[in-house]
């Protein structure tokens, strides 16, 4: 019996005009306490996938059913409940409070779920013993490395024991030894404590390291590999990973010069503007090195 079912979702985003097809009705299963990944190109639909079964977004049609409920379904109201207690979300780009501690930050959404304060103490000590960065409790997210972030990120994700846990490309800004570190603990919370998780990722590496691959393109499921398949070149005929990387350097170089019209036409902020274009530089040079060390 599968534990999430997605049937022909469909999400169309109009911006004007223009009609943007990010999910052309995909469908796909999860068993309860799989370990999946998600590989595909960028722009093919897997972040609006994930924040679907996030609850972050609405399907435009179709089906997405966790156990017996289906979130295309549910009202703001359950919604919210939803994301609190079904889901831990982990993000594409690191996301912590940059004002909080890593303990603040971890303990925030049982805050937010109202979990009384010693029980909260306890759990966050947990939770940071797992992630192993009990001794960073009390630093800054600007004082901690990328993955040290991404551990934290992981911790409060499973702040409020959802029973699935969604990451997005938590090692997109990662190296790939750092990346590895980040697998790990993915992998160990899969099988420690039964989580399921669905794991997007451009990198072939990281993606070996889940039960089964989802190969999406143009916003439906084409095909599901073991890693061992994927291994013996059964996505041969698709992007390498250093061109995947070179496609993310391209797509974070748009984005950079889209920071750049935004100050000039006074959207952003003077703040806003140096932190945005210092993570965007730092992603970039991140890319570019890994794309070097893979010989490119
Ligand atoms: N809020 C939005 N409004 C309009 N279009 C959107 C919106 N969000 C996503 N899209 C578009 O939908 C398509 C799928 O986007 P999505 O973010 O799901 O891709 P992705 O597979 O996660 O890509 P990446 O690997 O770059 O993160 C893209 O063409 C994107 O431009
Ligand atoms: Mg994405």
């Not at 990451?167 to 590895?180: I, K, M, N, R, V």
């Not at 019209?261 to 959207?267: R, T």
């Amino acid at each position: 019996m599968s534990y999430i079912t997605v049937k022909d979702l469909v999400r169309v985003y109009r911006l004007g005009a223009v009609e943007v097809r990010a999910l052309r009705g995909l469908s796909m299963e999860v068993r309860e306490g799989e370990l999946v990944s998600v590989m595909g190109p960028s722009g093919s639909g897997k972040t609006t996938l994930l924040n679907i079964l996030g609850g972050l977004d609405r399907a435009t049609a179709g089906e997405a059913k966790v156990g017996d409920v289906d979130v295309t379904f549910l009202d703001r109201r359950q919604l919210v409940m939803y994301r609190r207690r079904v889901v831990g979300h982990i993000f594409q780009t690191l996301n912590l409070v940059p004002t909080l501690t890593a303990a603040e930050n971890v303990a925030l959404p049982m805050i937010v779920n109202q979990l009384p304060r010693s029980e909260r103490r306890d759990r966050v000590d947990d939770l940071l013993s797992i992630v192993q960065l009990s001794d960073r409790a009390k630093h800054k997210p600007d004082e901690l490395s990328g993955g040290e972030q991404q551990r934290v990120a992981i911790a409060a994700a499973l702040a409020n024991d959802p029973p699935i846990v969604l990451a997005d490309e938590p090692t997109g800004e990662l190296d790939s030894e750092t990346s590895q570190v980040i697998v790990d603990f993915l992998v160990q919370i899969n099988e420690k404590y039964k989580k399921t998780i669905i794991l997007v990722t451009h990198n072939p590496l990281v993606a070996a390291a889940t039960e089964r691959i989802l190969r999406i393109d143009d916003g439906v499921i084409k095909a599901a590999y073991t890693p061992a398949e994927l291994e013996a070149g059964a996505e041969g005929r698709t992007v390498s990973y250093v061109d995947q990387m070179r496609q993310r350097i391209k797509k974070l170089k748009a984005e950079l010069s889209d920071v750049d019209k935004k100050f000039k036409s006074g959207d952003v902020t003077g703040d806003e503007y140096v932190e945005e274009r210092l993570r965007l530089k730092a992603a970039i040079r991140g890319l570019e090195d890994e794309v070097h060390r893979h010989g490119g």
